[in-house]
């Protein structure tokens, strides 16, 4: 079946990086990731960036300047490299994968916390 798998998140200082990886795969013939989304506690999901077939990308203007989100390893791979993070940025990170249809798959997300 379908999965999706996010991975890299952690506990890092104000200012620190991290490098999160999302894989998809299973029996759909194609499944592509497409981008990331965060949710902190309370609060809404919210998109973080997003890339297009193309290679296009979308950031909000609370990332725009410290992440970057990429492809790699034949379109089933996705990550997204946080600079400069802020103690705000702290939520749970999710990939989000479409198949052939539009439809849309969710990995169970990674935690990233950072503190002051």
């Known amino acids: 079946q379908v999965q999706v798998v996010e991975s890299g998140g952690g506990l890092v200082q104000a200012g620190g990086s991290l490098r999160l990886s999302c894989v998809a795969s299973?029996?759909?013939?194609?499944?592509?990731?497409m981008g990331w989304y965060r949710q902190a506690p309370g609060k809404e999901r919210e998109l973080v960036a997003a890339?297009?077939?193309?290679?296009?990308?979308n950031y909000p203007d609370s990332v725009k300047g410290r992440f970057t989100i990429s492809r790699g390893n034949a379109m089933k791979s996705l990550y997204l490299q946080m600079n400069s993070l802020k103690p705000e940025d702290t939520a749970v990170y999710y990939c989000?994968?479409?198949?052939?249809?539009?439809?849309?798959?969710w990995g169970r997300g990674t935690q990233v916390t950072v503190s002051s």
């Open positions: 299973g029996s759909i013939f194609r499944i592509t990731p």
């Open positions: 989000n994968a479409k198949g052939v249809y539009g439809e849309e798959y």
């Open positions: 890339i297009s077939s193309g290679g296009s990308t």
